[in-house]
């Protein structure tokens, strides 16, 4: 007895090179054949936004957890915001990045006042959040 498994998946609608950032444009839902599947795959398009695509891809590709990561948001050598607050007050500094980061990533950065080197949480573009 053979069992075949259908569902939903996230595809490309269109050949995309390599660093791309998807897009709700850039991908759409398809039903294909599970059981071929065995690298992963994604199911939820709204997910799969603002990933950066790892290498060049065709269309109708099934995006899998392999060929997608998340956008860099603070690059090493950058020069970023160090913030710092609590329900009093709230401190920005200038810093500078000592490694590559994504949203949620904790990255060490330099004061650029202090000269230290901070640990925090990547928050957006450019901002680190530090505990106080």
């Known amino acids: ?5 259908r569902g939903e998946v996230v595809v490309l609608d269109r ?5 791309t950032v998807l897009s ?5 839902l398809e039903h294909r054949e599970l059981n071929s599947l065995h690298s992963g795959y994604l199911v939820d398009p709204e ?4 990933m950066v695509l790892r290498r060049a891809l065709s269309g109708g590709t099934v995006l899998t957890p392999h060929m997608v990561e998340p ?3 603070v690059h090493r050598g950058e020069r970023v915001t160090l913030i710092s607050e609590n329900s009093v007050v709230t401190v920005r500094m200038a810093g500078e990045a000592m490694a590559d980061g994504s949203y ?3 990255v060490r950065v330099r004061n650029l006042s202090s000269k ?3 640990e925090g949480r990547v928050l957006s573009a450019g901002v ?5």
């Not at 007895?1 to 498994?5: I, K, P, S």
């Not at 709700?24 to 759409?28: K, L, M, V």
């Open 71 to 73: 956008q860099r948001l």
């Open 47 to 50: 997910g799969a936004q603002d």
């Open 104 to 106: 949620g990533d904790r």
């Open 15 to 19: 050949s995309l090179p390599r660093g």
């Open 116 to 118: 230290r080197v901070v």
């Open 24 to 28: 709700s444009g850039d991908i759409r």
């Open 1 to 5: 007895m053979q069992v075949n498994l």
């Open 128 to 132: 680190v959040g530090v505990n106080m």
